[in-house]
């Protein structure tokens, strides 16, 4: 069993900065990959970035790329999502994922474990 945590949502202003944390707990953190989807009120859930298992490779949604990277503490259990130059159409709840075995990085099913999720609002 694996536990997620995610934290460091919130408001703020178009063109800013949030970093939001994802603790994990339960099993080998370094063993599984790990990725950060979000879902906007009336929008079905969408794949934002992941990072591997091993750390080497990372993947992101067309949308971010560029503006959001997502750094892993293997030695904290920690995987970071940080967002810059945010928009308003950034605004969602923003979960964070285990996956297990081998499978998609893309696809919200391929995942195994998932956070509560964290609120991140962009407005001026």
């Known amino acids: 069993q694996v536990q997620l945590v995610e934290s460091g949502g919130g408001l703020v202003q178009p063109g800013g900065s949030l970093r939001l944390s994802c603790a994990a707990s339960?099993?080998?953190?370094?063993?599984?990959?790990m990725g950060w989807f979000r879902q906007a009120p009336g929008k079905e859930r969408e794949f934002v970035a992941a990072r591997s298992w091993r750390g080497s490779s990372t993947y992101y949604a067309d949308s971010v790329k560029g503006r959001f990277t997502i750094p892993r503490d293997n030695a904290n259990n920690t995987v970071y999502l940080q967002m810059n130059s945010l928009k308003p159409e950034d605004t969602a709840v923003y979960y964070c994922?285990?996956?297990?075995?081998?499978?998609?990085?893309?696809?919200?099913?391929?995942?195994?474990?998932w956070g509560q999720g964290t609120q991140v609002t962009v407005s001026s």
């Open positions: 339960g099993r080998t953190f370094s063993s599984y990959a």
């Open positions: 994922a285990a996956r297990i075995n081998s499978g998609s990085y893309y696809y919200a099913h391929a995942y195994d474990y």
